[in-house]
Protein backbone atom coordinates (compact mmCIF):
# COMPACT_ATOMS: atom_id res chain seq x y z
CA UNK A 1 0.00 0.00 0.00
CA UNK A 2 1.40 3.18 -0.72
CA UNK A 3 1.00 6.01 1.57
CA UNK A 4 0.13 9.58 0.06
CA UNK A 5 2.22 12.25 0.00
CA UNK A 6 1.24 15.64 1.61
CA UNK A 7 0.75 18.77 -0.82
CA UNK A 8 2.71 22.05 0.12
CA UNK A 9 1.61 25.27 -1.75
CA UNK A 10 1.92 28.92 -1.75
CA UNK A 11 -0.73 31.04 -2.76
CA UNK A 12 -1.84 34.59 -3.28
CA UNK A 13 -5.33 36.30 -2.37
CA UNK A 14 -6.29 40.10 -3.64
CA UNK A 15 -8.45 41.55 -0.91
CA UNK A 16 -10.76 43.41 -1.01
CA UNK A 17 -8.93 47.00 -0.73
CA UNK A 18 -6.72 45.32 -3.56
CA UNK A 19 -3.50 44.18 -1.78
CA UNK A 20 -2.23 40.91 -1.88
CA UNK A 21 -1.23 38.42 0.76
CA UNK A 22 0.74 35.31 0.49
CA UNK A 23 -0.18 32.48 1.94
CA UNK A 24 0.90 28.79 3.02
CA UNK A 25 -1.18 25.88 2.71
CA UNK A 26 -1.67 22.12 2.40
CA UNK A 27 -5.38 22.73 1.40
CA UNK A 28 -5.36 26.10 -0.92
CA UNK A 29 -9.48 25.56 -1.14
CA UNK A 30 -10.23 25.60 2.54
CA UNK A 31 -8.00 27.76 3.43
CA UNK A 32 -9.06 30.48 1.43
CA UNK A 33 -12.79 29.41 2.77
CA UNK A 34 -11.21 30.28 6.31
CA UNK A 35 -10.07 33.46 5.49
CA UNK A 36 -13.35 34.42 4.02
CA UNK A 37 -15.31 33.17 6.95
CA UNK A 38 -12.95 35.74 9.10
CA UNK A 39 -10.81 33.16 10.90
CA UNK A 40 -7.75 33.10 8.40
CA UNK A 41 -4.66 35.60 9.03
CA UNK A 42 -5.66 38.85 10.85
CA UNK A 43 -4.37 40.81 7.50
CA UNK A 44 -6.55 39.54 5.59
CA UNK A 45 -9.44 39.87 8.65
CA UNK A 46 -10.07 43.13 7.77
CA UNK A 47 -10.06 43.07 4.10
CA UNK A 48 -12.88 40.66 3.08
CA UNK A 49 -13.44 38.98 0.47
CA UNK A 50 -10.76 37.63 -0.69
CA UNK A 51 -10.37 36.01 -3.97
CA UNK A 52 -7.73 33.01 -4.89
CA UNK A 53 -5.37 34.44 -8.20
CA UNK A 54 -2.50 32.29 -7.75
CA UNK A 55 -1.32 28.81 -6.35
CA UNK A 56 1.54 26.75 -6.42
CA UNK A 57 1.96 23.35 -5.62
CA UNK A 58 5.91 22.28 -3.81
CA UNK A 59 7.34 19.14 -2.96
CA UNK A 60 8.30 20.06 0.32
CA UNK A 61 7.14 22.33 3.10
CA UNK A 62 10.16 24.08 3.36
CA UNK A 63 10.01 25.24 -0.20
CA UNK A 64 6.30 26.51 0.33
CA UNK A 65 7.45 28.47 2.99
CA UNK A 66 10.70 29.51 1.12
CA UNK A 67 8.30 30.82 -1.67
CA UNK A 68 5.88 32.45 0.85
CA UNK A 69 8.42 34.62 2.51
CA UNK A 70 10.55 35.86 -0.25
CA UNK A 71 6.66 37.03 -1.92
CA UNK A 72 5.77 38.53 1.21
CA UNK A 73 9.54 40.56 0.73
CA UNK A 74 8.73 42.14 -2.41
CA UNK A 75 7.31 45.33 -3.16
CA UNK A 76 4.31 46.11 -4.64
CA UNK A 77 5.45 46.24 -8.28
CA UNK A 78 7.82 42.94 -8.25
CA UNK A 79 4.85 41.11 -6.87
CA UNK A 80 2.64 41.98 -9.76
CA UNK A 81 5.69 41.20 -11.84
CA UNK A 82 5.90 37.91 -10.49
CA UNK A 83 2.04 37.25 -10.53
CA UNK A 84 2.29 38.70 -14.40
CA UNK A 85 5.00 36.29 -15.43
CA UNK A 86 3.25 33.38 -13.93
CA UNK A 87 -0.20 33.89 -15.84
CA UNK A 88 -2.10 35.21 -12.52
CA UNK A 89 -4.96 37.27 -13.30
CA UNK A 90 -6.26 40.37 -10.69
CA UNK A 91 -8.42 43.39 -10.63
CA UNK A 92 -6.28 46.59 -10.71
Known sequence: M???RAAYY????QCADNTFYGGYST???ARVATHN???G????RQRLPVTLIYAEQFATQH???SAEWHFKHQ???AKEAFLAAHGAHWQR
Open 41 to 44: AKYT
Open 75 to 77: SRR
Open 10 to 13: FYVV
Open 2 to 4: TEA
Open 37 to 39: AGK
Open 27 to 29: DVQ
Open 63 to 65: EAL
